[in-house]
Nanobody
Framework: VQLQASGGGLVQTGGSLRLSCAGS????????MGWYRQAPGKQRELVAL?????NTNYADSVKGRFTISRANARVYLQMDSLKPEDTAVYYC??????????????WGQGTLVTVSS
């Protein structure tokens, strides 16, 4: 099983980016999916989470600006009104159930988002 993230880049303050993360491999089902980020010198933090039922949870710092969604084995993060403090490496995350009915948490490789002031 692999998670492949894409969509990062350089954007000006106030701009938008859309991150995508695709799961592939032996996947029976996917439970929670989420996006985390890690800024230089800081710990990795949760940005947004979406359950298999579509319930969402956001960090206070991104509420009203970011939107998480999912479809099949993909999870997306629409980021609007970006701020310099959103600059970080963004990682996707998914709790995946295999055909042997075991759950494992997987991480994507990270995609860099840089917001210039």
């Amino acid at each position: 099983v692999q998670l492949q993230a894409s969509g990062g880049g350089l954007v000006q303050t106030g701009g938008s980016l859309r991150l995508s993360c695709a799961g592939s491999g032996s996947i029976f089902s996917i439970d929670n999916m989420g996006w985390y980020r890690q800024a230089p010198g800081k710990q990795r933090e949760l940005v947004a989470l979406i359950t298999s039922d579509g319930n969402t949870n956001y960090a206070d710092s991104v509420k009203g600006r970011f939107t998480i969604s999912r479809a099949n084995a993909r999870v997306y993060l629409q980021m609007d009104s970006l701020k310099p403090e959103d600059t970080a490496v963004y990682y996707c995350n998914a709790r995946i159930r295999s055909y042997s009915y075991t759950y494992t948490t997987y991480w994507g490789q990270g995609t860099l988002v840089t917001v210039s002031s």
